[in-house]
């Protein structure tokens, strides 16, 4: 049997990169899955990448109630219920330093990569219920580990999901709902091209360099290398896991 067989999984941030590819292998592992995000278009190539009638998608804001009661709903009436929710939504923010950096730009940051999360276990815990668990896991960052001098917005948020979810975890625990983060280290997807050109604009390969120069395996993850971990917390392989933080990191923080 494959691994999330019968099992119905929603996914925040489903048009990017890490959660398009999480869409696809979670298909391909027999779960019906519901891709959540903001663009439309991206959503449907997210879906039609997939290659499979068991991916749909849904636009909706992560950051309110409205959008993740509304994403819960639309699994639940489309596949019959809620199993695996993966709060993967999240944004960069800006790359200043903290003197100069703006409040409404950090507000937004904070509501999207740490409310949203915060909103998404209150509509996704009462639809687990109903099935007698499942797993809940947010995106983190290895700078939700250490300190990440010109992304303070983003730090801080990543740092933030780490409490939330060691709370929810055992707040849930009696319900059988597992509540996990996945840390990745720097990821070939959109927004490391961001936070690269955001911090030298003129030379953001030079930036990829020295990042990888300071990763022990030498490379940047690929979006399957943080899929697969998703994988293994989504299904009953990892029953028993709890209240965790997954780095998937090349040894960066050994």
């Known amino acids: 049997m494959s691994r999330l067989e019968n099992k119905v999984a929603i996914i925040t941030g489903g048009a990017g990169g890490i959660g398009k590819v999480a869409g696809k292998i979670f298909a391909e592992e027999g779960a019906d899955v519901l891709l959540v995000d903001i663009d439309e278009q991206m959503l449907k190539a997210a879906c039609e990448e997939a ?36 709060a993967n939504a999240g944004i960069e923010g800006d790359m200043v330093g ?15 990569n740490v409310k949203g999360p915060f909103l998404a276990l209150k509509a996704a815990v009462p639809a687990m219920q109903k099935r007698g668990g499942g797993s809940f896991v947010i995106t983190s960052s290895i700078a939700g580990l250490k300190g990440a001098p010109g992304l303070s917005a983003y730090g801080t948020s990543k740092h933030a999901v780490i409490g939330l979810m060691r709370g929810a975890a055992r707040e849930f625990a009696d319900f059988a709902i597992r509540v996990n983060t996945v840390n990745p280290s720097p990821v070939e997807t959109r927004m ?58 090349g040894g960066s923080n050994a």
């Open 51 to 86: 290659g499979s009638n068991r991916v749909s998608y849904l636009v909706a804001d992560v950051s309110t109630m409205e959008g993740n009661q509304a994403m819960v709903d639309a699994a639940t009436e489309r596949y019959g219920g809620l199993d695996v929710f993966m």
């Open 192 to 249: 490391m091209r961001s936070i690269e050109s955001g911090i030298s604009p003129d030379s953001p390969e030079d930036v990829k360099s020295r990042m990888v120069d300071s990763i022990p395996l030498k490379r940047y993850a690929e979006a399957e290398d943080i899929a697969k971990l998703m994988l293994f917390l989504a299904s009953d392989d990892s029953q028993f896991i709890t209240g965790s933080v997954y780095s998937v990191d």
């Open 98 to 112: 903290i003197l100069d950096y703006d409040e409404d730009r950090f507000d937004q940051v904070m509501s999207v």
